[in-house]
């Protein structure tokens, strides 16, 4: 859950709360326009799923591209895991 006053985010009864600080620091993009919202999903997804998922479901869970999962998969490297199913 995450609250609008005293931003704050609340996972699993663990409360998150921004540190406070004096000006935020710019964070430069190659190209300010495209945000990464389809590979947030999909690392979000990984992250809370409680069992293994096969990359067509997560695709149709985010509703994005299989061949997308597949590509920020190959990119987080050694953190996704390929389980094999009997």
Partial sequence: MLTEQ???LILKGTVFTPEPFEQ???VQRKNPRKVPWGSWAI????LLADMPM????I??????????????CKNLGPLVTSPIFP
């Fill in 6 to 8: 005293s931003l704050q």
């Fill in 24 to 26: 935020a620091a710019s």
């Fill in 43 to 46: 690392e979000r997804c990984l």
């Fill in 54 to 57: 096969h990359q067509s479901e």
């Fill in 59 to 72: 695709a149709g869970y985010v509703g994005v591209s299989q061949q997308m999962v597949s590509r920020v």
